[in-house]
């Protein structure tokens, strides 16, 4: 049998005249040890959904590998590419790529009768992933995406509806500035999305391919570059480099050279910004398990000399200041369980109410989100548990020698 579990069970189960002093100690270890953990919960979720919301929003614009002219970054105005058949299957015989989209973007105006604003265009095929936009959009439809002719059909975000007071179903002319001469064209606002993310939002258009490579003067086959989509995110600075390894600093038909950038690369600040939030989170981890540590070493002190007599007479009858440690230690076991239990039941309760009902509002000018993401992390939540309870259980090793200055004779004699 082992003795110290025994006794801690028969402690941890007193209903005699102790109880109105011990119960309200172990009350108040549990729920600071399960609030301590629900806010670690809690903060995990969060950050972790933010980051994945955040991260999906711009993958959404610019996919995870861009196929461009090496040019482009040093250049106001778009440079083309081609992109033919041959490309199209190199990169496709690259291990862990999934989808290539062709796009071409240039830069324009939307004038009205009262206003005008400058915008990109970008145009895309038939070919492009509509699932973002598909989830994004708040009115209209996302019309057919042509390479083969004009659809004069726009898809505009909600900022730019909202600048010049547009709604679906309004036409309006868009000028297009070049070295050589003003084209025009008369667009139908087909339909109005939202992402909330301020720097694509400000400015993107969407139309079909057809359209921008006609007003870029450019051959059939060029493009501003291709977007690729991998299989497996975390792979993909492994791809980047095959990708960097079968085309990077090779020449088109044209003569213009082949260059790729992963998400990362094409929006640093993005990500950057979303990196040092896992500092914060870090903080917040380590002050809940020093609060968690701390309320239960007060809470073993107080429980200690709660049971000051019962201590003595264990050592009357024998036991020595381990087996005595030992018995407390589990006792203090069994509060971090029950507090661990009560703190998961708290925390991932309060992130499925949030995932359900959005009950937690932002500002989206600010967060880039309506509402407060969360995703829970199944085994992140269980190394949290079991951190929380090897460090609080180790905290505890050194206020249980406290035992060994308790002296039989002394103890007992006060009963």
Not at 5 to 29: E, Q, Y
Not at 222 to 230: K, L, N, T
Not at 319 to 332: D, E, G, H, Q
Not at 360 to 386: C, F, H, R
Request: hydrophobic share 45%; glycine share 6%; with cysteine.
């Amino acid at each position: 049998m082992n003795l110290p579990l025994f006794i801690a069970k028969k402690i941890h189960k007193d209903t005699g005249d102790n109880v109105k002093v011990s119960r309200p100690v172990i009350r108040i270890a549990t729920l600071g040890v399960a609030i301590g953990l629900a806010i670690m919960i809690i903060t995990v979720a969060v950050v972790i959904g933010f980051k994945h919301t955040i991260r999906d929003k711009v993958i959404g614009f610019g996919s995870h590998i861009k196929i461009e002219n090496l040019l482009t970054q040093q250049s106001p105005t778009p440079l083309p590419i081609s992109i033919d058949d041959s490309i199209t299957k190199k990169l496709m015989s690259v291990e862990g790529i999934g989808h290539i989209e062709r796009f071409a973007t240039t830069q324009g105006i939307l004038k009205t009768d009262s206003d005008f604003y400058g915008i990109v265009l970008k145009g895309v095929g038939p070919e492009y992933n509509l699932t973002f936009l598909r989830q994004n959009i708040t009115e209209g439809e996302i019309p057919t995406f042509s390479d083969k002719e004009n659809q004069n059909k726009l898809l505009i975000s909600r900022m730019i509806a909202d600048k010049l007071k547009l709604n679906v179903g309004d036409k309006i002319f868009a000028y297009f500035i070049s070295t050589e001469n003003v084209r025009a064209r008369r667009f139908k606002i087909c339909g109005i999305y939202e992402t909330n993310m301020t720097q694509f939002d400000k400015n993107l258009c969407f139309t079909d391919i057809y359209t921008t490579i006609k007003l870029n003067g450019w051959e059939k086959d060029q493009y501003s570059g291709a977007e690729v989509q991998v299989k497996d995110f975390d792979n993909i600075n492994k791809n980047i480099q095959d990708i960097e390894n079968a085309i990077n600093r090779k020449t088109d038909k044209y003569g213009e050279t082949y260059t790729s950038h992963t998400i990362y690369e094409s929006y640093p600040q993005i990500f950057s910004w979303l990196e040092l939030l896992d500092i914060n989170v870090w903080i917040i981890l380590i002050l809940m398990v020093c609060v968690a540590g701390f309320t239960m070493i007060s809470g073993l002190l107080i429980i200690i000399l709660e049971q000051t007599q019962t201590i003595g007479t264990l050592k009357a009858l024998g036991a020595n200041n381990k087996v005595i440690r030992k018995t407390f230690l589990w006792f203090s076991f069994f509060i971090l369980v029950r507090g661990l239990m009560l703190g998961n039941i708290l925390g991932i309760g309060l992130v499925f109410l949030q995932t359900t009902t959005g009950i937690v509002s932002l500002d989206p000018s600010t967060y880039y989100v309506k509402t407060a993401p969360m995703e829970l992390n199944i085994i992140l939540i269980l190394l949290i548990n079991i951190a929380t309870l090897l460090i609080s259980m180790l905290v505890l090793i050194a206020p249980s020698y406290m035992i060994a200055h308790i002296h039989p004779a002394k103890s007992i004699r006060y009963e």
